[in-house]
């Protein structure tokens, strides 16, 4: 047979990759590579892909509105003043300010909309998998609005934070002021912000690729120091449910639908046929080294992999670079949706 392994099941070596891997000696798992690979995956690494990574969209604790009757992060009182600098999160800065502020605000601007066309290569991506985060563009009209919060940076820590916002955005954004609106809306209740925009001549601009399925094919598989393009997504569209309720986003829910359904409809067969793939290397490679310890640490270590951030990011990119002619049509929802079914489930 082909697929034959070539470690007998009674010896000594295949014995000890079986007690090494906390296999059952059950007659049949050594009768090809592909039972064994099977009983690999369906022991140490089908529970991972069904087991949730804990996103923090969907941590109870993590309730927004209820923070926001915390006003400030500062561990002592700092009286405003007029030198006070206000700063409007659209993104990510909504549930992560990670600088001090005193005050804090939900509200909107007018005039601009909140859209995926910003690449991001330093927090949600990479310089060569890129993910995508949101971006500002002005509209023709007025009275479109962009939902956010806003923060009272003190006078004493003013240059501090916006250097520091200066660096974390450095990734093409720019500083401009414009009037923030208090939510509820309030007519006299109103003042100047500071805001960071992408503008489309900055060189991780990506908006004129904006169709939906090819943003959420690569927010889908993409990951970043600052974790997966997923969670940021869905980080974004759950804030603005909670803070700002019946309020509509039509660009970011469509997106985040689109996302939601790769996940829950592809990434599965993608994932089990990339590390199946991977299994079946690490046993060949130990059959032809012949050393059972070495295929132990290697399923091991492919194991401790499959805990770290991106991990599914990863192994997605791989199995979508193996169809090759996949990447090459997904510039359509058709592609996604046939495509990938019928490479993954009838290969």
């Not at 991506?125 to 971006?135: D, F, I, W």
């Not at 997966?228 to 309720?245: G, S, V």
Request: with cysteine; hydrophobic share 30%; charged share 30%.
């Amino acid at each position: 047979m082909n697929n034959e392994i070539k470690m007998l099941r009674s010896s000594e070596k295949f014995l000890e990759l079986c007690k090494g891997l906390k296999l059952p000696l059950n007659g049949d798992i050594c009768s090809s590579t592909e039972v064994l690979v099977k009983h690999i995956f369906e022991k140490y690494f089908e529970s991972r892909i069904s087991e949730s990574d804990q996103p923090p969209w969907r941590d109870p604790t993590n309730n927004l509105c209820k923070s926001l009757h915390i006003s400030s992060n500062q561990t002592r009182y700092i009286k405003p003043s007029e030198n006070d600098v206000w700063i409007f999160g659209y993104g990510s800065l909504i549930w992560k300010p990670d600088f001090p502020f005193i005050d804090r605000k939900r509200g909107f601007i007018r005039g601009y909309r909140r859209l995926f066309y910003q690449n991001s290569t330093d927090h949600r991506g990479t310089k060569l998998r890129p993910g995508r985060v949101v971006t500002l563009l002005p509209t023709v009209s007025l009275d479109s609005r962009v939902y956010g919060i806003a923060y009272r940076i003190s006078e004493e820590h003013r240059d501090e934070v916006l250097a520091h916002l200066d660096y974390r955005e450095k990734n093409g954004y720019d500083r401009c002021d414009v009037q923030f609106n208090e939510y509820p809306e309030d007519l006299d209740s109103h003042f100047s912000i500071t805001m960071y925009i992408a503008t489309p001549d900055n060189v991780s601009y990506a908006g004129n690729i904006w169709q939906i399925p090819v943003i959420a094919q690569q927010i889908f598989t993409a990951a970043g120091p600052s974790g997966p393009n997923r969670d940021y997504l869905f980080n974004l569209a759950n804030a603005m449910r909670e803070l700002f309720p019946g309020e509509r986003d039509r660009h970011l829910f469509e997106l985040e639908a689109e996302v939601k359904q790769l996940i829950a409809e592809y990434e599965p067969k993608l994932l089990e046929k990339s590390l199946k793939r991977e299994i079946t290397e690490i046993i060949e490679t130990g059959n032809t080294d012949g050393d059972v310890r070495e295929t132990i640490r290697d399923v091991e270590h492919l194991h401790q992999v499959c805990t770290h951030t991106g991990w599914r990011e990863d192994f997605l990119v791989k199995e979508l670079e193996s169809l090759k002619e996949l990447l090459d049509s997904l510039q359509s929802k058709q592609s996604i949706s046939t495509q990938v079914e019928s490479k993954v489930v009838n290969s």
